[in-house]
């Protein structure tokens, strides 16, 4: 009982020291000028609560309008946003990052400012389009931290910007309105010398990369995508000694070659997406042993990836596609266990499938589009466990073999593509089960047996076409509620089919044996439907007259079937109408001049049909009329 006593004691007045300790008596509130300051800045802005999905989209904290709390009367150091040095008590950090401001900055106005800041972010807010703030550089030589990314400040970014020679991190990316002149930006990094993090991404700078930027050596963080960049990049760009993170994708006209790396390189993520290099990927990139990411996808490069590519241990996302690389995958790749990302497509990669990557049990997303892989397809999954599999796309290849069971198991697959291979055999029911699917496309294989019945929800985009598959429709196919894209085109498929189902835009049904009576077809077509293919069936009876106000179609091509009667002049309410062909049917009307009124209309096909009386006037307003 003693011994508990005393222990609760001595923990109290351990609570009661460690109390004394953290919390400093702050004998300074927030100066009147400095509180007054920050009112003022309040005044000019409104809150635009609707502009907070951007924050949130971007998984950076939702936004919320931060200036609220900002009362006259009580402390500034305890406003949201602000940040104090509480010795002094002065206003030394402004972050209003993602705060729904909203509102134009006068040119003149942003001296509403507290003197002693030394962070500032205004970040993801919209001040309309704003001049950037122009005279108040020199009130601001304390700054050390300047974030006005993603703000929509817009002209040209003075010269003055370069009098702030204390910032050690300057963010103006994402204002796409921004120009920074060559004479600007060279000022900028031969004084802002203190720089670690740099990134103008989409600022329009449009100038060579000025060699002045090689004496940025404290950098270790640079971002200058979309800047529209010219001329040659430097080697000693990679090889500035602190640097973790460089991207300078998205400057197409930017050229260059992959310098040779040694690997006392810090490098951690390097990004050259659509850039416009040329040579090879050199032996020593697998000296970059801390590379976490490499995106050098769209970038010109050719020959074959060094196996050195396999040291880089730490990799979780690698982009290669888009390229001219040509060979073999070496084997040392499997080598990546901590791989998510691996895009190699549009390629010239060849050799079988089966070898490279049985290791990679966390892989996510995993395209090897538009190359030569061959060999069967079931020997990707032959040592592999995939079980994370988000995305699988191996389109355009030499593949071939059934469809492996091993995907039947992919509980978190949402896209699968294995358009234009030789994959042959039937379309396994489990197939149509799998549970978070939202697109699969098998067209162009060599498929053959019925389609089964299906049994997902989350099925938005389906694409059979061009297979050898046979038999009925499934109606459940028209039942799922998120299907926007049907193309069951060029089979052997047979029956009655209701088209109407809720979701569709796109149904393409072409090229079969579709006998089925128009009317369960075409009597109740959805509203949302915009394309409707039916050609090359045996589709027949009267087209039924029943199309509404609702009618957003577009495309409507009935082509080659054996269909009669008139031409339904509720087509009128279509008013989307750009391409209507209702040829080789057995079409029995006068000419439909009414379709006049449909301005959109551009391809008007009539041919082989029993068409009858005058045509004047009308056909000369048609691009394409027959
Ligand atoms: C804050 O309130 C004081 C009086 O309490 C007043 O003099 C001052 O003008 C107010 N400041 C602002 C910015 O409204
Ligand atoms: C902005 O400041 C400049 C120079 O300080 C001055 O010439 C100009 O008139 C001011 N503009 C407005 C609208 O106050
Ligand atoms: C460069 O920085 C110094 C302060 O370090 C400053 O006095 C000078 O005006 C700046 N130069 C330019 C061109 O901005
Ligand atoms: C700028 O602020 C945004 C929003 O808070 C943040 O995501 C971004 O990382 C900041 N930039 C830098 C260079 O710190
Ligand atoms: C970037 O600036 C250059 C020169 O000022 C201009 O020619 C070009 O059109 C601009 N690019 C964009 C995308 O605005
Ligand atoms: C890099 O810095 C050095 C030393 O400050 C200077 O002499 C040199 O001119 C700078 N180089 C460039 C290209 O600005
Ligand atoms: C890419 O560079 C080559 C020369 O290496 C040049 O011929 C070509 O025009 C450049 N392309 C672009 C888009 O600048
Ligand atoms: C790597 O480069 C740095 C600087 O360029 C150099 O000091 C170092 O000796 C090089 N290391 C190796 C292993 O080549
Ligand atoms: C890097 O890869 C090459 C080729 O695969 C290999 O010979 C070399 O030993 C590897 N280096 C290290 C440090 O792992
Ligand atoms: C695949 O190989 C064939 C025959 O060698 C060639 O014609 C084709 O261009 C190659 N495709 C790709 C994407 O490299
Ligand atoms: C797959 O595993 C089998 C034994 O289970 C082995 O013989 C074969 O070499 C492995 N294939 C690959 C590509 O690793
Ligand atoms: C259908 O789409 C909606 C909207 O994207 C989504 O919320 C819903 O979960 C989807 N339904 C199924 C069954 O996946």
């Given at each position: 009982m003693g011994c508990s006593i005393w222990f609760n004691l001595s923990q109290l007045f351990f609570f009661i020291l460690s109390f004394v300790q953290l919390t400093p008596s702050r004998a300074q509130l927030c100066p009147q000028d400095q509180s007054f300051a920050l009112l003022q800045f309040k005044k000019q802005f409104?809150?635009?609560?609707?502009?907070s999905q951007v924050c949130e989209f971007r998984n950076i904290i939702p936004s919320y309008p931060k200036l609220k709390s900002w009362k006259n009367g009580t402390d500034c150091c305890s406003w949201d946003g602000v940040e104090c040095d509480w010795r002094?008590?002065?206003?030394?950090?402004?972050?209003?990052?993602?705060?729904?401001?909203y509102g134009t900055i006068h040119p003149n106005s942003t001296l509403f400012l507290p003197p002693?800041?030394?962070?500032?972010?205004?970040a993801y807010n919209d001040f309309v389009s704003s001049p950037f703030p122009s005279n108040s550089f020199d009130r601001f030589s304390k700054l050390t931290n300047l974030n006005l990314s993603s703000s929509g400040f817009s002209g040209q970014i003075p010269?003055?910007?370069?009098?702030l020679s204390n910032l050690v991190s300057l963010d103006l990316s994402s204002n796409s309105q921004l120009r920074l002149e060559k004479a600007g930006f060279e000022l900028l990094v031969q004084n802002l010398t203190q720089l670690r993090e740099l990134n103008l991404d989409e600022v329009n700078i449009s100038s060579v990369i000025p060699r002045s930027l090689l004496n940025l050596t404290s950098l270790t963080f640079l971002s200058l995508v979309s800047c529209e960049f010219l001329g040659e990049v430097p080697d000693q760009l990679f090889q500035l000694p602190n640097l973790k993170k460089l991207d300078i994708g998205f400057n197409k006209a930017l050229t260059g070659h992959f310098p040779e790396f040694n690997s006392s390189s810090p490098l951690q993520s390097l990004s050259l997406y659509h850039i416009n290099f040329s040579g090879e990927l050199p032996d020593s990139i697998g000296n970059l042993k801390f590379l976490n990411v490499l995106s050098i996808g769209s970038c010109g490069l050719s020959g074959q990836i060094p196996p050195s590519l396999g040291n880089l241990t730490q990799i979780s996302s690698l982009f290669l596609d888009r390229n001219n690389f040509i060979g073999k995958v070496p084997p040392s790749l499997s080598n990546l266990e901590q791989l998510i990302v691996l895009y190699l497509s549009d390629n010239h990669f060849e050799g079988p499938i089966a070898s490279v990557f049985p290791t990679m049990k966390n892989l996510r997303y995993l395209d090897l589009g538009t190359n030569n892989f061959s060999g069967q397809i079931s020997s990707l999954f032959a040592n592999a466990t995939l079980q994370q599999l988000v995305?699988?796309?191996?389109?355009?290849?030499?593949?071939?073999g059934t469809l492996p069971s091993q995907v039947n198991g992919l509980s978190h697959l949402r896209e699968l593509s294995l358009d234009y291979n030789f994959i042959s055999g039937a379309i396994p029911s489990w197939m149509f089960n799998l549970p978070a699917l939202e697109s699969l496309d098998l067209s162009y294989n060599k498929l053959t047996g019925p389609i089964n019945e299906v049994q997902f929800n989350s099925l938005r985009y389906l694409d059979l076409g061009s297979n050898k598959l046979y038999?009925?429709?499934?109606?459940?196919?028209?039942?799922?509620?998120?299907?926007?894209?049907?193309?069951?085109?060029?089979?052997n498929l047979s029956g009655i089919v209701s088209c109407n189902a809720n979701s569709l835009g796109i149904l393409i049904l072409s090229r079969n044996n579709l006998s089925g009576v128009t009317k369960h077809c075409l009597r109740k077509l959805s509203r949302s439907l915009l394309v409707l293919d039916l050609q090359k069936n045996n589709f027949y009876g009267n087209i039924p007259n029943t199309f509404t106000k609702n009618c957003s179609l577009e495309?409507?091509?009935?082509?080659?079937?054996?269909?009669?009667?008139?031409?339904?002049d509720s087509l009128v309410k279509c008013r989307s109408l750009q391409v209507l062909d209702l040829g080789n049917n057995k079409i029995k009307d006068t000419f439909p001049y009414w379709l006049e009124s449909l301005s959109y209309?551009?391809?008007?096909?009539?041919?082989?049909?029993?068409?009858y009386g005058p045509i004047t006037t009308f056909m000369t307003q048609f691009p394409s009329i027959t």
């Open positions: 409104s809150f635009d609560e609707s502009a002094t008590g002065n206003v030394i950090g402004l972050d209003l990052s993602c705060s729904c401001l002693y800041i030394q962070r500032l972010n205004l010269l003055e910007i370069s009098e995305v699988l796309s191996l389109s355009y290849n030499q593949l071939s038999g009925n429709i499934p109606s459940s196919i028209f039942q799922l509620v998120n299907l926007t894209y049907l193309d069951l085109s060029s089979n495309t409507v091509n009935l082509n080659n079937n054996a269909l009669r009667g008139p031409v339904p209309l551009h391809v008007l096909i009539l041919q082989s049909n029993r068409f």
